[in-house]
């Protein structure tokens, strides 16, 4: 199993930046891609960012040059790095763990961290 705990949300004016943070227990090694999504009240989930194990990473067209995936794999955690927010980024950020295939479960999703970006 994988446990995964997200932090760093919170409120923010427009233009501001906050650093969120994911940190990943159990299962590390069979952890094969992380991915950022979020959703607002009333829309789809959107994926924002992801980062494979090998490192190579991936994002929205919406967060393209306003955020940065990263990770520790000393602290098994993965950062999103949110820059220039606007208020369009307000949602309910989760984390999802995808994991290796033959692993007996596909994948683990976080509890959220809310980022509200205020006009």
């Known amino acids: 199993q994988v446990q995964l705990v997200e932090s760093g949300g919170g409120s923010v004016q427009a233009g501001g930046s906050l650093r969120l943070s994911c940190a990943a227990s159990?299962?590390?090694?069979?952890?094969?891609?992380m991915v950022w999504h979020r959703q607002a009240p009333g829309k789809q989930r959107e994926m924002v960012a992801s980062?494979?194990?090998?490192?190579?990473?991936h994002y929205g067209d919406s967060v393209k040059g306003r955020f940065t995936i990263s990770r520790d794999n000393t602290k098994n955690t993965v950062y999103l790095q949110m820059n220039s927010l606007k208020p369009e980024d307000t949602g309910n950020y989760y984390c999802?763990?995808?994991?290796?295939?033959?692993?007996?479960?596909?994948?683990?999703w976080g509890q959220g961290t809310q980022v509200t970006v205020a006009s």
């Open positions: 159990g299962s590390i090694s069979s952890i094969n891609l």
């Open positions: 999802h763990a995808v994991m290796r295939p033959g692993f007996s479960s596909n994948d683990y």
């Open positions: 980062i494979m194990s090998g490192g190579s990473t």
